[in-house]
């Protein structure tokens, strides 16, 4: 296994630890955990493109180890009260949809790469929920909802990303 599944399948392995720490109000811990696992995220895609070890594994599992660490994120933090529900199942059943449109792709030997739009809503996903684990601190004055509002832009991003791929893989669906 090269370098860069290796990032992608510690990504995988991360999520329960991060879990744990979090629901257990290890908030820091939790966060750090949590941003090492999103910066092997993009340590992995830019390792395995400057050394050009691209694989079947990885084009499968990268993105699917980024949705599992946010699905994981999403539903602790509606667990701790700090997310609404509504949001989360939002972010979650685009996700679902996009694996379920990737999976139906890649059984026609047909591979979906991440889009801007794709790559943006992950940034903006992974920033929001730091900012939720940390409860925004050290960031702006008190009571300013920032975690919210990048909450609120993932959330958007999520929805046109979502849209934006199926628009762009309507044949797929054709099949």
Do not use: H
């Amino acid at each position: 296994m090269n370098l860069p599944n290796k990032l992608t399948t510690l990504r995988i392995v991360l999520i329960p630890f991060f879990m744990v720490f979090l629901m257990f109000g290890f908030t820091w811990v939790a966060a750090v955990i949590f941003i090492v696992a999103s910066f092997t995220d993009f340590l992995d895609g830019y390792l395995a493109r400057k050394w050009n070890l691209v694989s079947n594994f990885g084009k499968i599992m990268d993105p699917l180890a980024d949705k599992l660490l946010v699905m994981a994120a999403l539903i602790c933090l509606v667990e701790l009260g700090q997310l609404a529900g509504w949001m989360a199942a939002v972010i979650l059943a685009r996700e679902l949809l996009i694996v379920s449109l990737r999976a139906v792709a890649a059984a026609e030997g047909i591979v979906i790469a991440a889009s801007k739009w794709g790559k943006a809503k992950t940034v903006s996903q992974m920033v929001a929920i730091i900012l939720l684990i940390i409860q925004n601190f050290p960031f702006g004055p008190e009571g300013f909802p920032l975690a919210m509002i990048i909450m609120w832009i993932a959330v958007v991003l999520t929805v046109i990303s979502g849209v934006d791929y199926i628009i762009k893989n309507l044949d797929v669906f054709k099949g």
